[in-house]
């Protein structure tokens, strides 16, 4: 699958001409949205049926730099998957020089949206369970 590309925008540079590093947390959400809805399964499918996914913990380790106008290609990968919670990584890397600039993960679970308790995929929803399962395995 293709990865995310996102190109720098000025605002989200700081005074020094760097991407602030709050920006790289958005890139890791814009990242995962976009794996999602490539996977079939965006986040407005899953909101449909009644599931949603909020934030556990994320992690951001800061490699390199970027700046306006840098085009960074985020790669997303399962990193554990236990059909409650999942880790998602992320690796950033400049488009042409292959610098890495940022590496991290996001842990999230699965929760019914209205009741907001969790929910194991293996039982509610089999087939995006074997589809991270398979992602899981191709990491």
């Not at 720098?8 to 540079?13: F, G, I, S, W």
């Not at 996914?53 to 985020?74: A, H, M, Q, R």
């Not at 998602?88 to 042409?96: A, D, L």
Request: hydrophobic share 35%.
């Amino acid at each position: 699958m293709e990865n995310y590309i996102h190109k720098v925008q000025y605002y989200e540079t700081d005074r020094m001409g760097l991407t602030h590093h709050s920006n790289y947390i958005r890139w890791m959400e814009e990242a995962r949205v976009y794996w999602l809805d490539n996977i079939g399964f965006g986040f407005d499918k899953l909101e449909e049926m009644g599931i949603t996914s909020p934030i556990l913990s994320v992690n951001c380790k800061y490699k390199n730099g970027s700046t306006f106008g840098d085009s960074v290609e985020i790669e997303t990968k399962v990193i554990k998957y236990n059909s409650i919670k999942i880790i998602i990584g992320y690796v950033m890397t400049k488009v042409g020089s292959g610098e890495l600039v940022a590496t991290g993960d996001t842990e999230l679970c699965f929760i019914n949206l209205k009741t907001r308790k969790p929910i194991i995929l293996k039982k509610e929803l089999p087939e995006f369970d074997k589809i991270m399962r398979d992602s899981l395995e191709e990491s």
